[in-house]
Structure formats: C-alpha cells, structure tokens
C-alpha cells in the first residue's frame, strides 16, 4: 500500500503546539531551536520540531517535491487577477522542462505562508534556512519526523512490506507497524494526491497540480484503498 495522511492526521500535526517555540513547555520536546532572517536585520525563532511539522503540512497542501519545498520563496504565491484567490506558482526543480505548476491556496497552506512571510521581502525563501544559508536537508528532517509523529500520536497502523529479488516479501516485513514508524518527506505528495482523490478531483487537474505528465507515474502515488474496495462491492450485483 501507498502510506499517506488522511485529512484528520494532517490537522493532527498542524493543531499540535506543545513543542512551538511560543510554548513555555516546549524544551520537554527538544532543546533545538531555528532562527528565520527578517527584514532590518531582525530575527525570529521557532524549534526544530515546529518548522519541520510546518513544512509537512504545508507540502501536503501543495503538493510539491521536498526540493521545491525548501527553495520556495514569498513570491511564489501570487494573487489572482481580482484577488480574490491565490496561488502557489513555481517551476519543479525536477523537471526536465521547468514545468511550471500552479496549486490553490487553503487554509492550511495560507496560515503557514502567513507565519513564515511576516516582516520578509517577496525574494525572501518562504521556510527558514540553516546558519550557512542552505536549505534543510532532506536527510534531517527525515531524521526528526519519526519522533514528531510519535509525540502526535500517529499511531494508524500500516504495513510497507519488503521484496527480495525474486519478488517475494521479505520474511517479518509485512507486519503493520505505526504510522510514524514510516514518515518521510515522500509522504506529501502521496497525501496530497489521495487528498484530491478524495474529493473527487478530476486526474487531469490533479496531475496538473501535483506536475506529472504520465498517469503511469501518477498512479504510483497512491493505491485503491478498503474503503474504496467496500464502496465498490457493495455495487455489485
């Protein structure tokens, strides 16, 4: 199976404060903090844990490849003709075209472009950088995402079996284990994608936001799940 969030593990994360910097409590969690560079030379801080849980679910609500993720700016969103919407607007990094993608703004991705953004010029990089100005590795925040999701309680069991050469599974890897067992940075596109099939969205559309060109590479993202098998048996006959 393909793992993703469901809608309620992403607000999970998101309505989860007690390891922000704002939270007299948030050195029972971890000790390590992030400075984001303002204008004027000012300075704000959060913890680790709060900006690599920020971008999490930012990434789920656009859809975007963590190296895109890391290196967007406040100018990638952009305001429709009358203002009355918005839109997340890069060119995937990946791509062998620069394909540019366009993703509504939500709720979600709003509030966290609007913590980020205050006090910063439109060429300022959306999300904090390290001290020698480099974007946060993938590696790191990998590193910390098992332990976010275990302080959230991301307990859903899941299973990511194993296969040997031959195309077996590898004996003891099919036993479901917790969620937060298998976070990475890949589980944003695989969630925003089920999100959008959720709700029904059209794949072209779909494919359009998330920046694939084949649905045979599309489909990867995600798998038919037993709610859907359920709904669809009881069709038959």
């Known amino acids: 199976d393909v793992i993703y969030l469901l809608r309620e593990e992403v607000l999970k994360l998101y309505q989860f404060t007690k390891f922000n910097f704002t939270s007299p409590n948030y050195s029972k969690y971890t ?3 992030i400075t984001d560079k ?3 030379y000012k300075v704000r801080t959060y913890t680790n844990y709060e900006v690599y849980r920020d971008m999490i679910v930012f990434g789920c609500g656009v859809g975007c490849r963590y190296g895109d993720l890391v290196n967007l700016k406040l100018d990638n969103y952009q305001f429709s003709k009358d203002r009355t919407k918005g839109f997340f ?4 990094s990946k791509s062998r075209v620069g394909k540019q993608v ?3 703004i939500n709720n979600l991705t709003f509030n966290i472009w609007k913590k980020y953004s ?3 010029r439109r060429t300022d990089y959306l999300f904090p950088r390290t001290k020698t100005g480099n974007p946060i590795s993938n590696q790191k925040i990998n590193k910390h995402l098992k332990t976010i999701g275990e302080i959230v309680e991301l307990k859903r069991l899941v299973s990511n079996p194993k296969f040997n050469i ?3 599974i590898v004996n003891g890897t099919d036993t479901r284990v917790p969620l937060y067992d298998l976070l990475t940075s890949h589980i944003i596109r695989r969630t925003f994608i089920r999100e959008g099939i959720e709700n029904n969205i059209p794949t072209h559309t779909l494919m359009s936001m998330s920046g694939h060109t084949t649905e045979k590479v599309f489909r990867k993202y995600f798998s038919t ?3 859907e098998l359920d709904e669809g ?3 038959m006959f």
């Open 38 to 40: 303002l204008k004027n």
């Open 118 to 120: 205050k006090n910063k």
């Open 89 to 92: 607007v890069f060119r995937m």
């Open 31 to 33: 000790n390590v903090v």
């Open 166 to 168: 031959e195309g077996k």
């Open 225 to 227: 799940t037993t709610k």
């Open 102 to 104: 366009k993703v509504p």
């Open 233 to 235: 048996g009881k069709k």
